[in-house]
C-alpha cells in the first residue's frame, strides 16, 4: 500500500466512528442541502476544468440556458493603448505582480487528486492489472473534477471490476459510502453482486429484481431503511419502480450498455433523467455510437448543462464537412478527450493471445435448394424488379432466405413427420448442420469446450434436439430463460471439471458481461447483420482469464444471401474502426440498407441455386474443409486489407455473374417468370411455426413475418333468450336438464348439424353420433315444462355474482370452514343469515362446480396456514410456561445450529417478544424489530439494531424449529418414562393420555367435505352438466 494510501486509510478507521454517529443524527434537510451544495460545486469544478483542457468548450458554455452559474475561467484583460504600443516587447507584456499573483492563485486553487500505484487494499481475490489501476485513476480525476464520463473499454478488460473500484475508493477514502445505484441488463444481475462480494466484500451490495410482492417486500424491509450501499437493478425495474428510485440522492449513477439511453426520447432516458445524482458514469463494450444525434444523447446524459442543445451540436459538427475537414475532425477529439477512455485488448493485454476467426463455406442440401427456390418463385416479379418494390417485402424476402440457409425444419412442413423422430435427417438435410457433425467430435477429441450463437432461437430448439441425438452436454441460454436459469447454467458451465461440452446462446440475448471464458472454441451459426453483435459474442470467450487461443468458426452458406450479409458487415466494421478510431463520425444512414443493395443481396446466387438440383454438402474429411475454409479467409482478408476507405465504400460482389444484362432468372432454356404464373407454386405462403415443440419463439428481429393464426371452429348456436344461470348459483339440477332440452330442440330447428371434433381421436365419431342424436329425436318443452323452468329459475342463489362468490371462497381460505362469523364479515353486501343459507348449500352441493379440484386445495391451503400458526402458537406456550422470568431464565437447545452472528441474549430477547406481542399479529416483526432498537440492552449492539424485519423474521423461524424440536424431544422423553413406571401385567387405563396417543384430525361438519372426498364425487357430478 502507497504511503498517501495508508494515510487515508488510517484518518478514515480515526473518524469512522464519528462519521457514523453524525449520520445518525443529522437530520435528512442538513443532507439535502448537502447533497445540493456537492452538486453546485461539481458544477464549478467541473467548468473550470473544461475550460482549460480546450477553448471549445466555451462555445457550448456560452449558448448554454441551463447554467445557472457563470464559468470561472480566466477573466478578460482590459485593452489598454500603451500596452497595445508595446506588444513587440515579448518580455513586458505582463508584469512581475501580475505574474505572482496570477501564480499564487493557481496554487492555492490547484487541488491534490489522489492517486493509486498498485491495487487498492480494499480490493480483494487478486490485484487489479496496471491498466485497470490507470483506469481507476482516471475515473478519480474525473470525480475530482466534477466530470461523469465514458468507460468504453473493449469486452473482456474488467470494466466491472473498474468501476466496484471507483466506489470502493469512495467508500474507503472519501467517506461516501452511498447511495449508489448500478443499472444492468437482467441477465447481468447476479454477475455484478458476485463480483462487489468478490472484489470489494465491505461494499454492501443488495439486488432488486422479481414480482411485484417480492419488490414491494424488499423495498420496505431492504431499501427503504437504507442500511446498504450499492444497488444493482435492471432496466425495467428503473421503470417500475421509478417513485421509489426518485426518493434517493444518489452519489453515483453507473449504467451498463450505455446505448440503452442513445434515444433520448426513450422512456428510461426519461426516466433516468430525473433521478438526482451526483456523479454519472456509462459503461460500454463496443466503440461510440457513430450516429451524431446518438453521441448527443451520451453527452447530454453526462453534462445536460454543458451539451443542453442538440442543434447546436448538429451544427458544429455537421457530420457531411467532418468526414473530411482535419480542423473538425481535431475538435471532435479535443470534445471527446476529457469524457471518454477506451483501450484494445491488443493495447493493454498482452497475455491474452488473439482470437483466430475461420469462415467455413458450406453448401446447400437438397432440401434447402428446395425451399430457397420456393422463396424466390413466390416473389420473383419483386426480385426482378417487374413488381411494386416494398422495403418491407424485401426484408421480408431477406428473412425467409436467411431461414432456409440455417435448416428447412424453420418451416413447418419440411421436417417429415408425424410421428417426428430424432435422427440423422436433422443432420443431412442442412449443410451447415453436416459440418457441424463432423467438427464437434474433433474438437471434443481436442479437449476444447464450445459456444454456438444463432440469432433464431427456434434454430437452438433444432440444437438442442441433435445434442439429445449425440449426447452432448449442453446448456442453453435466450431471451426466454428465466433469471435463476441464467445463473444456474452459467455457473454449471464455468465450475471446475464441469462435464458440459456446448453452451448454446441466442446471438442478441443475455446482455454484456456474461463471462464464459472456459470455453476456447465460438461457432457461428448464423451472422447478425450488426457485426458488433458477433463481436460481442466472440467475447464472451476471448475476454480475461481465457488460457488457451480462441478460435471462432463462422459457417457461411455458399452462393447464398448469407455470403453476401457477411460481406456488407465485414466492409462496415473495417469503415468504422477506420471512422471512429480516427475520431470522426459517420451518418447513420449509410448504415441502413436500401431497396437496391436488398435486390443484390437476394439475386447474389441465384444462378448456382437453380441451375443445381442436387446437394452441394461434401463428404470431404474435416480437416480438407477446414484447410481449404482458412485459405480463402486469408484471401479475402488480404483482399480487404488492400483497399482504401474510398475503395471499402464502393466494394461489392458480383451479383450479375455470366448472365449480364438478362434476368437472373432465365437459365436452362426456361423463363422463370413465365413459370411461375403456371405453377402452384406462385400462391405459396409462408408457413407457419414449426410444431416440433411449444417453446419456440423467434427474436424479435424476425417476428414480424410469422402473425399466423389457425381459423377457430365456429360454436353451436344456443337460444337468443335463454337465461345465463352459473354453477355457483346452486339452481336445481331439474333446471339444467330442462335448458338442455331446450338447447337441443333450438339446434334441431336451424338443422344444426355437429361436427367431429379431431381431437378427440377414436372417440369422435362416437361422440359425434350421439349429439346428433340428442338433437334429431329432441322435443320442445310442454307447457308444463315451460311453467317449472321459471319456477326453478327462482329457486337459485340468483343475487349472487362471482365476486361474492369469490369473496366467499377467499374468506374460507383466511378463516377456515368453520369461522363462519368472521366469513359472513368479509362477503361484502351480504347478511350473516344470506352468508349462512349460502354456506350450507355450498357444502352439500360444491361436488356440481366446475373448477372443485382448485376450490378445495385453495381452501385447504389456507387452513393448513391457520393450523400451523396454532402450532406455532402453542409451541411458544409450551416454551414460555416452563419460566417464571423467561426474560432472564429462557434457554435454547442450538444443537449444531447456534451461529456465530446472534448471540443467545439477542434469541432470548427474540422468542420473549414474540411470543409477548404475538405470532400471528399482523406486522409482528416490524414491531419486533422496533422493541430491538427501544430496549436499552442493545444500546451498544449495532449487529441486532441493524437487522431487518425480514432478517428477524428469518432468525425466529430458526428459533421456531428449535422449540419444536424441543418440545417434541421432551414428550418422547415424558412417554418413555412412564412406559417405564408401568406395570408389567397391563397398562393402566389412564396411561393412554394424550401426551402418548396421537390426536385424530379435525372431522370436518356433518354438511362439509374434505378435498379427497370432493374430488372422489366430482366426476360424476360433472356428467350431469353441459
Known amino acids: 500500500m502507497s504511503k498517501p494510501e495508508t494515510a487515508a486509510v488510517e484518518a478514515n478507521e480515526e473518524n469512522s466512528n464519528e462519521t457514523t454517529s453524525d449520520a445518525a443524527t443529522s437530520s435528512s434537510g442538513e443532507k439535502e442541502a448537502e447533497f445540493d451544495n456537492k452538486i453546485e460545486a461539481d458544477r464549478s469544478r467541473r467548468f473550470d476544468f473544461l475550460l482549460k483542457q480546450t477553448e471549445i468548450f466555451t462555445h457550448f458554455m456560452t449558448n448554454s440556458t441551463k447554467s445557472p452559474t457563470k464559468p470561472k475561467g480566466r477573466p478578460k484583460k482590459i485593452k489598454d493603448k500603451d500596452k497595445e504600443k508595446d506588444i513587440a516587447d515579448h518580455r513586458h507584456r505582463k508584469t512581475e505582480q501580475e ?53 468504453a473499454d473493449e469486452m473482456g478488460l474488467g470494466k466491472t471490476l473498474q468501476t466496484i473500484s471507483l466506489l470502493g475508493y469512495l467508500k474507503h477514502f472519501k467517506n461516501q459510502a452511498g447511495p449508489h445505484i448500478v443499472i444492468v441488463p437482467k441477465s447481468t444481475l447476479q454477475n455484478w453482486v458476485n463480483e462487489f462480494k468478490k472484489w470489494c466484500p465491505s461494499l454492501r451490495a443488495v439486488c432488486l429484481i422479481g414480482d411485484q410482492d417480492t419488490r414491494n417486500t424488499f423495498i420496505r424491509d431492504v431499501l427503504l431503511p437504507g442500511e446498504w450501499d450499492v444497488c444493482v437493478t435492471s432496466y425495467e425495474m428503473c421503470i417500475r419502480e421509478k417513485s421509489v428510485f426518485k426518493k434517493f440522492n444518489w452519489r453515483y449513477l453507473v449504467i451498463d450498455e450505455a446505448h440503452r439511453i442513445k434515444n433520448e426520447k426513450s422512456k428510461l432516458s426519461e426516466i433516468l433523467r430525473e433521478f438526482k445524482t451526483a456523479n454519472r458514469l456509462l459503461i460500454t463494450g463496443t466503440p461510440l455510437q457513430n450516429n451524431l444525434h446518438e453521441l448527443w444523447a451520451l453527452l447530454n446524459f453526462l453534462l445536460p448543462d454543458v451539451f443542453n442543445s442538440s442543434e447546436d451540436f448538429d451544427e458544429w459538427f455537421n457530420t457531411n464537412t467532418c468526414l473530411g475537414d482535419d480542423a473538425l475532425i481535431t475538435r471532435l477529439h479535443a470534445v471527446l478527450k476529457p469524457f471518454l477512455l477506451r483501450r484494445l485488448k491488443a493495447e493493454v493485454e498482452k497475455r491474452l493471445k488473439p482470437k483466430k476467426e475461420m469462415k467455413i463455406f458450406v453448401g446447400l442440401s437438397k432440401m434447402q435448394r428446395d425451399w430457397y427456390t420456393k422463396v424466390l418463385l413466390k416473389d420473383i416479379d419483386i426480385v426482378n424488379g417487374a413488381g411494386k418494390v416494398e422495403k418491407m417485402r424485401l426484408q421480408n424476402i431477406l428473412m425467409q432466405l436467411r431461414k432456409c440457409t440455417n435448416h428447412p425444419y424453420l418451416f413447418d412442413g419440411a421436417e417429415p413427420g408425424p410421428p417426428y423422430t430424432t435422427d440423422t435427417h436433422l443432420v443431412y438435410n442442412s449443410g451447415k448442420m453436416a459440418i457441424l457433425d463432423k467438427l464437434l467430435p474433433k474438437l471434443q477429441e481436442q479437449e476444447s469446450r464450445v459456444l454456438i450463437f444463432s440469432q433464431m432461437t427456434r434454430m437452438l430448439d433444432i440444437l438442442e434436439d441433435y445434442c439429445h441425438w449425440r449426447n452432448y452436454n449442453y446448456c442453453r441460454l435466450d431471451g426466454q430463460t428465466p433469471h435463476e436459469d441464467r445463473n444456474r447454467q452459467i455457473q454449471e458451465y464455468n465450475m471446475e471439471n464441469s462435464t458440459k461440452f456446448i453452451f448454446m446462446l441466442s446471438t442478441r440475448a443475455g446482455g454484456l458481461g456474461i463471462n464464459l471464458a472456459t470455453a476456447d472454441v465460438v461457432i457461428i451459426y448464423d451472422s447478425d447483420w450488426n457485426p458488433q453483435m458477433d463481436l460481442q459474442a466472440m467475447d464472451r470467450a476471448h475476454r480475461i482469464g481465457q488460457k488457451k487461443q480462441v478460435r471462432v468458426f463462422r459457417l457461411i452458406t455458399e452462393s447464398t444471401v448469407e455470403e453476401k450479409i457477411v460481406e456488407r458487415a465485414e466492409v462496415k466494421l473495417r469503415l468504422d474502426k477506420m471512422v471512429i478510431q480516427g475520431g470522426r463520425l459517420v451518418d447513420n444512414r449509410s448504415n441502413q440498407l436500401n431497396k437496391d443493395e436488398m435486390l443484390n443481396i437476394i439475386r447474389f446466387g441465384a444462378n448456382q441455386v437453380f441451375s443445381s438440383k442436387e446437394t452441394d454438402i461434401t463428404d470431404e474429411d474435416i480437416d480438407v474443409i477446414l484447410e481449404r475454409g482458412e485459405v480463402k479467409t486469408a484471401e479475402q482478408k488480404a483482399q480487404l486489407d488492400s483497399l482504401g476507405e474510398s475503395s471499402l465504400r464502393t466494394f461489392t460482389m458480383d451479383t450479375n455473374g455470366e448472365a449480364g444484362s438478362s434476368s437472373v432468372y432465365q437459365f436452362e432454356g426456361e423463363d422463370w417468370r413465365e413459370k411461375q404464373k403456371l405453377n402452384a407454386l406462385g400462391n405459396w405462403i409462408e408457413p407457419p411455426k414449426r410444431e416440433r415443440k411449444a417453446n419456440y419463439a423467434v427474436d424479435a428481429y424476425f417476428r414480424e413475418a410469422l402473425r399466423v393464426s389457425e381459423p377457430k371452429a365456429p360454436k353451436a348456436p344456443r337460444p337468443p333468450k335463454q337465461p345465463i344461470v352459473q354453477d355457483f348459483q346452486f339452481f336445481p339440477p331439474r333446471l339444467f336438464e330442462l335448458l338442455d332440452q331446450e338447447i337441443y330442440y333450438f339446434r334441431k330447428t336451424v338443422g344444426y348439424k355437429v361436427p367431429k371434433n379431431t381431437e378427440l381421436g377414436s372417440e369422435a365419431s362416437k361422440v359425434q353420433r350421439e349429439e346428433q342424436r340428442k338433437i334429431d329425436e329432441a322435443e320442445p318443452l310442454s307447457e308444463d315444462e315451460f311453467q317449472e323452468k321459471e319456477v326453478l329459475l327462482s329457486q337459485g342463489f340468483t343475487t349472487w355474482t362471482k365476486r361474492d362468490f369469490n369473496q366467499f371462497i377467499k374468506a374460507n381460505e383466511k378463516y377456515g370452514r368453520d369461522d363462519i362469523e368472521n366469513i359472513a364479515k368479509d362477503v361484502e353486501g351480504k347478511t350473516p343469515e344470506e352468508v349462512i343459507e349460502y354456506n350450507a348449500v355450498f357444502w352439500e352441493r360444491c361436488t356440481e362446480l366446475q373448477d372443485i379440484e382448485r376450490i378445495m386445495g385453495q381452501i385447504e391451503r389456507g387452513e393448513a396456514k391457520i393450523q400451523r400458526r396454532l402450532s406455532i402458537k402453542k409451541a411458544l406456550d409450551q416454551k414460555m410456561s416452563r419460566y417464571r422470568a423467561p426474560f432472564h431464565q429462557l434457554r435454547l437447545q442450538y444443537g449444531n445450529n447456534k451461529g456465530k452472528n446472534y448471540t443467545e441474549i439477542d434469541d432470548r430477547f427474540l422468542v420473549c417478544m414474540l411470543h409477548k406481542l404475538g405470532f400471528d399479529k399482523e406486522n409482528v416483526y416490524e414491531e419486533l424489530r422496533a422493541a430491538i432498537r427501544a430496549s436499552p440492552q442493545f444500546r451498544f449492539d449495532w449487529f441486532i439494531k441493524s437487522r431487518t424485519a425480514l432478517e428477524i423474521q428469518r432468525r425466529c423461524n430458526t428459533l421456531i424449529t428449535l422449540i419444536e424440536r424441543e418440545n417434541l424431544e421432551l414428550e418422547e422423553k415424558e412417554r418413555a418414562e412412564k412406559k417405564k413406571k408401568a406395570p408389567k401385567g397391563g397398562t393402566p387405563a389412564s396411561s393412554g393420555s394424550t401426551s402418548s396417543t396421537p390426536a385424530p384430525p379435525p372431522q370436518p361438519k356433518a354438511n362439509q367435505k374434505r378435498k379427497s372426498e370432493v374430488v372422489a364425487s366430482s366426476s360424476n357430478a360433472k356428467k350431469k352438466k353441459k
Open 99 to 151: 505574474e505572482d499573483e496570477e501564480l499564487l492563485a493557481e496554487d492555492s486553487a490547484t487541488k491534490e487528486i489522489f492517486r493509486f500505484d498498485a491495487s487498492p487494499s480494499y480490493i480483494k481475490s487478486g490485484e487489479m492489472r496496471d491498466y485497470q489501476v490507470r483506469g481507476l485513476n482516471w475515473m478519480i480525476s474525473l470525480y475530482e473534477n466534477g466530470i461523469n464520463g465514458i468507460l
